[in-house]
């Protein structure tokens, strides 16, 4: 008899029987109906559709952030039921296109999940212990935002500099899952490519990162997801440009 053959490792991540109803007026309204998703470690998954799909609903239903939405949520195989609601979202977090950035300075933005880790009693050393200015520097010098200042007041910052900071404080959490929903919304092409290596690092370190996009596929990602009309389906290749595309960034980073 031959021996039992040895079940597939779990994603990192799946979602199956994902539904969302979200109540109108009229009546109720399915966005869409029995969904299933998956992303392993390693991975950028990039989910595109046209406006009003619910890709939003869909990456805040990961994140178990929304009530009207149901679903089979695992990490690693483990069932998102045997995790609180705050141990989930500190392992699958999401990142939402615009962020409210708290705090008198960018380092206090950045050390807020760590102050709060203090003032509930979770750690016992000073956030400024835990995560000091000359790590949060050197993140930030890597998205390119040398010219921010750690001392400067977060309500100074542009746009694209605000993203990249709230970008900087979800990384330093080290999730196991980064739902991006659509960060580069708004940026000029060099600060969205400098996102997207960001998101494509911490990838390669271990997360899988999942991007709510608009724009033309930029190479990043291992695959492309489309929702539309209630469907989720895999598109099979990225844009041939996307080749091109690379070869452009790397010829400029030589």
Known sequence: MSPNPTPPAPHLFEATHVTAVMPQQGGDHTVFHDLS??????????ITGPSGAGKSTLLTAF???NAHTTGIFTLDGKDSDSFTPQQWRVRVSYLPQTSTLIGDTVADVIRLP?????RQGERKQEPADMLTDAHIRQLLDAMGCADIQLDRNPRDLSGGQAARVSLARTILTKPRVL???EVDAGLDEENADKVADLL???AGQGAGV???RHRAPDGRASRIMVL????????QAPAPANTAAAAEREGRRA
């Open 179 to 181: 739902l991006a929903d």
């Open 200 to 202: 494509k690092r911490a």
């Open 63 to 65: 994140a178990r952030l």
């Open 114 to 118: 760590w102050t709060l880790a203090v």
């Open 210 to 212: 999942v991007r709510i």
């Open 228 to 235: 539309s009309d209630g469907e989720l389906n895999e598109q």
């Open 37 to 46: 998703f998956h992303v392993d470690a390693g991975e950028v998954v990039d």
